[in-house]
Structures are given as structure tokens and as C-alpha cells.
């Protein structure tokens, strides 16, 4: 497995209208998520997003050549549309469909939250009221070392606790939840110094 310590993705190397290299897509529970590369003219850096148009219990598409236990994953994202929900999310420590940990940010709710899925099930482990405006671009950052965790919106910190639910290294990516329309640009990630 060739690992990754440090990049960053703009999705415009990629064909668009489908998955892009390197990456995995699929849904934790049930349904037909759609990840497909796309060319977006607001993209923040042109000319293609990530663009997850189907619907599933939770969506999510990762890069499962990349292993970190400890660093950070970071992106851009704009919530489109959805009836059932607006969100979009970070993966990391991702084992697999069913085991890692997420931070999302929620257009339809306006707060952030921080969660941990483990066989399948997702657990709530923070909520937090924040202005999360539809069809604007807003910048998605999670920063983890061991049981600390720390959730950044928009650059500003809105979570920062300790958890253990999912330790050791993992996979890194983005989710979405149900009928979501979201796209995501410039995802980045890194191993913290020394790791």
C-alpha cells in the first residue's frame, strides 16, 4: 500500500462524470449515492468539483491509499439542495463503510456536529449551532491526535473534545447524509510532525 503523508485535491486532473482516481465511493446503511467528478464554475479552484448527487442513508468517498492516525483533513464544500438534509462532512480514521469517525457541517440545521460510526450505526458525539448558508462555499477542517479532536468551521473552532471510539489510523474522505446534493474542491490532508 502506498501511503500518503501530505496533499492536497482539486478533482481537476479527473475525467468528469466519475469517481476520481484513487478514490472509493459508497454508502454506510443503504441506498445509491451518485460521486461523480463535475465542472463547476464556482468551483474555488477551477475547473471541477466532487459532487455527490444520489441518495443514501450516508454517503461517503474516500481515499483508501492514505493512512493516518494523527493529522488533520480539511476541505471545501457548498451544500446545493436537499429536501431531507444539506450536509457535508469529513471522513478520517476510516477502517471501513461501517467504522471512522465524521465531522459535518449542516446547511438545513445550521450546526456542526461531530460523530463516530462503529458497526454501521452512527453516534452522536457533539452538536453545535453554527450559520451554515446554502449555496455558499465554506472551508471544513478536523485536526486529530489521539483522543483529541478538534472541528473547524469557516476558521473558527466549534468542537474540540477527546474521544477513543476509533483509534489507530485510517482512510480519509468526505460524506455526505440522505438526499444531500453537495459538492466538495481542495481536499487536503496531512500527518501531524514527527507522526
Request: include cysteine.
Amino acid at each position: 500500500m502506498n501511503t500518503l503523508l501530505a496533499a492536497t485535491v482539486s478533482f481537476d486532473q479527473d475525467m468528469p462524470g466519475s469517481v476520481p482516481s484513487g478514490w472509493r465511493a459508497g454508502v454506510t446503511g443503504r441506498g445509491n449515492p451518485k460521486w461523480s467528478v463535475e465542472a463547476d464554475p464556482t468551483a474555488p479552484s477551477k475547473p471541477n468539483v466532487l459532487k455527490q448527487s444520489g441518495s443514501g442513508t450516508y454517503p461517503w468517498c474516500v481515499r483508501p491509499d492514505v493512512s493516518l492516525a494523527d493529522g488533520y483533513v480539511e476541505v471545501k464544500f457548498k451544500s446545493v439542495s436537499g429536501r431531507e438534509d444539506q450536509a457535508g462532512g469529513l471522513i478520517w480514521r476510516w477502517k471501513d463503510g461501517d467504522n471512522y469517525y465524521v465531522a459535518r457541517a449542516n446547511a438545513l440545521e445550521d450546526n456542526v456536529s461531530l460523530y463516530y460510526a462503529q458497526n454501521g450505526r452512527r453516534n452522536t458525539l457533539k452538536y453545535v449551532d453554527a450559520p451554515v448558508p446554502r449555496n455558499t462555499w465554506h472551508t471544513l477542517r478536523v485536526e486529530f491526535s489521539g483522543k483529541k479532536i478538534r472541528v473547524i468551521f469557516d476558521g473558527k473552532a466549534y468542537i474540540e473534545m477527546e474521544d477513543d471510539h476509533i483509534p489507530g489510523s485510517g482512510a480519509v474522505g468526505v460524506w455526505t447524509k440522505a438526499d444531500s446534493v453537495t459538492v466538495f474542491d481542495d481536499f487536503s490532508f496531512g500527518a501531524s510532525p514527527g507522526r
